[in-house]
């Protein structure tokens, strides 16, 4: 089939290790992680929690990016962090495409922006507040801020964009689902741009307390820059972060009719499901290879074409081991010429936003020829035996880029980016 083509032409990182594609590009070249103790660890409201480190966004605040004094308010008012991250993301994204929206049919942009959680500091807090105060200290606007759609639907209203608006949300996958449903969508000829991503603010005592009691969360509070270890041996879970990363996808002639910058192709994408455990992937890979696998033939490729994955690489011990084993059953002996990175052992891990922040990568990357690192790689373990770009960058020429995503509920997300040759 000749679907029409895909570019990405705009990014806007909300991250803690950079707001903005320089100051997140240059810290993944430099192998800078944004770990830190948490800046409330010492606050009533996490007294015995026992992970106390996280990747948050530093001296985050809406005024720095927007001035009138109406919209401030109803930032403030109507949006729960997941949101303003999401809003800014955007308005960094749309910067960097230097698309004007006056000029643009907004009939014909879509947007599609995804989260595993949503405003769940609006939900805990208007909790508490009802069982304490009752029904009258509950918030007007508490629906409006906790609903997972918020982001997709704000960004829509602020921007005057009139195409479709939704929100995937399938835990750690929910922006790579939302940017291959973009990459359809345009595809299929239902909007010439589709403002994407994934965005997520769970850096809550409620979410660390769970997801710590399932043992998913490292717990090395004393070396929090070192806990984020994908791939290594010494590995213990992975570090909750937040933030949002946007991507302006735009149909290939209608970028080059304005005459934008072009960072990377995107070709295509696979998605399944493992149908095996809620929370573990599959003990032999199946399902991520298979979307995998999926990805390559919807991109028309051939599996030597590759030779960069930015992996899910959660720091886990069973992702890290069983998505290896996916890499291999794919590629076999070729896997062993493939870069394999995770950002997350600098970013921590975004949950919703995990994988928009890897394609921005990827993509990054392509246009650059620079393969970032996967810091705090130490022990090489038996079990994780690729490439990982262990600690440093390196110069590299990559031609194709695989970017994934796993998330609870067994979702296997996969989507793949190519250098624009015309």
């Known amino acids: 089939m000749n679907y029409r083509r895909v570019v990405i032409t705009g990014i806007g990182p909300v991250t803690c290790i950079g707001t903005g594609k320089d100051e997140f590009w240059n810290s993944l070249k430099t192998g800078k992680s944004g770990i830190k103790r948490l800046l409330g660890a010492d606050t009533e409201e996490w007294q015995g929690i026992d992970v106390q480190i996280g990747g948050e966004v530093k001296n985050f605040t809406p005024e720095n990016y927007f001035s009138d004094p109406k919209l401030l308010k109803s930032i403030q008012k109507d949006m729960d962090k997941v949101t303003q991250f999401a809003i800014v993301g955007t308005k960094l994204a749309v910067e960097d495409a230097n698309i004007d929206f006056t000029k643009t049919n907004t009939e014909r942009v879509a947007t599609f922006v995804g989260t595993g959680i ?125 933030g949002a990363v946007i991507l302006v996808f735009e149909e290939l002639s209608h970028a080059l009719k304005r005459g934008a910058k072009i960072y990377a192709e995107v070709i295509g994408g696979g998605a399944t499901c493992d149908a095996s455990h809620i929370t573990a992937p599959h003990e032999t890979g199946d399902g991520a290879a298979r979307a995998i696998t999926e990805a390559i033939k919807d991109a028309n490729i051939k599996p030597e074409d590759i030779n960069y994955i930015h992996a899910h690489g959660t720091s886990t011990p069973l992702n890290d081991a069983r998505e290896t084993i996916a890499i291999k059953r794919v590629f076999g002996e070729h896997s062993k010429k493939i870069a394999v990175t995770s950002s997350k052992s600098m970013t921590g891990h975004l949950i919703g936003a995990a994988g928009p922040a890897g ?32 600690n440093k960058a390196r110069e590299q020429k990559v031609n194709v880029g695989l970017v994934s995503s796993l998330g609870f509920g067994g979702h296997n997300t996969v989507l793949a980016l190519r250098k624009f040759n015309g």
């Open 118 to 242: 949503g405003g769940i500091t609006t939900t805990c807090n208007d909790q508490v507040a009802l069982l304490k105060s009752g029904q009258k200290k509950v918030g007007v606007r508490s629906i409006i801020k906790l609903m997972p759609n918020a982001p997709s639907g704000f960004i829509g209203i602020l921007w005057g964009l009139k195409g479709r608006s939704k929100c995937d949300s399938t835990a750690c996958a929910s922006g790579l689902d939302s940017m291959l449903d973009a990459l359809n969508w345009i595809r299929l000829n239902k909007a010439d741009v589709v403002i994407t991503g994934g965005t997520e603010s769970t850096i809550h005592p409620l979410s660390v307390a769970s997801f710590s009691n399932m043992g998913a969360l490292s717990k090395r509070n004393c070396t929090p820059e070192e806990a984020s270890c994908p791939f290594s041996k010494e590995r213990d879970g992975f570090v909750m972060a937040e």
């Open 359 to 390: 394609s921005a990568v990827c993509a990054l990357t392509i246009h650059s020829g620079i393969v970032t690192p996967t810091i705090n790689y130490r022990i090489p373990d038996p079990e994780c035996d690729l490439d990982y770009v262990p």
